[in-house]
């Protein structure tokens, strides 16, 4: 079989021979041909100028699809900002809590007299150990919040706890501050002590209600406890006498002074100079005439005294 070529701008031909018994050496490579030919058909029908255009439908659903994407991002990256800004408002409220309560810690400690470098609430406690780490406990922000409630919650406890326990304290302080207890003078002697005695003017057995302090005339008179004077001045009997009401039924009395250093309605604070020593009214020489009173009843000061040592 022959296959004629014919170029008609050359004016040539070209004579192909082709036997049928060679046939399994021509035909695939005419398939071959034929496949190439269809290929090079179907790109160029696929990249012609109006080919390369997505339908608008496409476009619209894609534009729509984006838009979406866009205001889902948006409403997450606003929601992730929130959620950072109620975390840093919690932490600043611990932080407020811990403020609080590290104040708290401090009066108690001065309260207390506690040794500042025992309990220093300017620094972290000291702790230690190695570090393992908990491979179970992932740290996602759902666990760090569920941390800062329970933490908050401990320490909403504990500044209740602390609040119970300044109230003890300082009850316990303003208990011994309004308790008489020590001597009302700084330097001297007992003269004369609580009870019968004889008295110095008659000889005879006479009741003493005080004890009485020998000093130098002129130093100073303290009060034994705090609280406030009810009474300033001369009065039968003691001289220029100082009377001072601590609460809870104590009263205390200072009398013979020479110069009373404050008036009714003043506030005294323990070891506070009220008068100065003297032997004014009722006496044999500089002292001072110490009595203490409970719910209106005189006492021996002596148990007040001892108290203090």
């Known amino acids: 079989m022959d296959l004629i070529l014919i170029s ?82 919690r932490i600043a409220l611990l932080q407020a809590y811990v403020v609080r309560l590290d104040a708290a810690g ?35 922000l759902s666990s760090a919040v569920d941390s800062l409630d329970q933490l908050q919650q401990q320490l909403n406890d504990r500044e209740r706890q602390m ?15 309004i308790k008489p207890s020590g001597w009302p003078i700084s330097v001297g002697y007992i003269t004369s002590p609580f009870g019968t005695r004889t008295d110095p003017f008659t000889g005879l057995r006479a009741y003493h209600p005080g004890i009485d302090f020998s000093a130098a005339e002129g130093s100073e008179v303290l009060a034994v406890a705090s609280g406030i004077v009810t009474e300033a001045g001369e009065h039968v009997g003691y001289g220029n006498l100082v009377e001072i009401n601590h609460g809870n039924g104590y009263v205390t009395r200072y009398g013979h ?12 604070k323990k070891g506070q100079a009220i008068a100065l020593l003297g032997s004014t009214g009722r006496s044999t020489g500089p002292h001072v005439h110490f009595e203490v009173l409970l719910n209106g009843n005189t006492v021996n000061p002596e148990q007040y005294i001892a108290a203090a040592r």
């Open 8 to 89: 008609h701008t050359r004016g040539r031909t070209w004579r192909l021979r082709l036997n049928p018994r060679s046939i399994f050496t021509w035909l695939p490579a005419a398939a071959i041909a034929l496949i190439f030919s269809a290929l090079f058909f179907a790109a160029g029908w696929w990249l012609r100028p109006d080919a390369g255009e997505v339908p608008s439908p496409v476009l619209s659903s894609w534009a729509t699809e984006m838009q979406q994407q866009r205001a889902q991002l948006a409403d997450a990256r606003a929601k992730a900002e929130e959620d950072a800004h109620g975390l840093a408002r």
């Open 257 to 268: 002074n020479e110069q009373v250093l404050v008036k009714v309605g003043d506030r005294v």
């Open 106 to 140: 401090s009066r108690m400690t001065q309260i207390a007299n506690i040794d500042p470098t025992e309990f220093n609430f300017d620094k972290p406690p000291p702790m230690g150990g190695p570090e393992i780490l908990d491979a179970s406990q992932p740290l996602v």
């Open 163 to 177: 609040r119970v326990l300044e109230d003890l304290l300082l009850a316990g302080r303003l208990q011994k501050e």
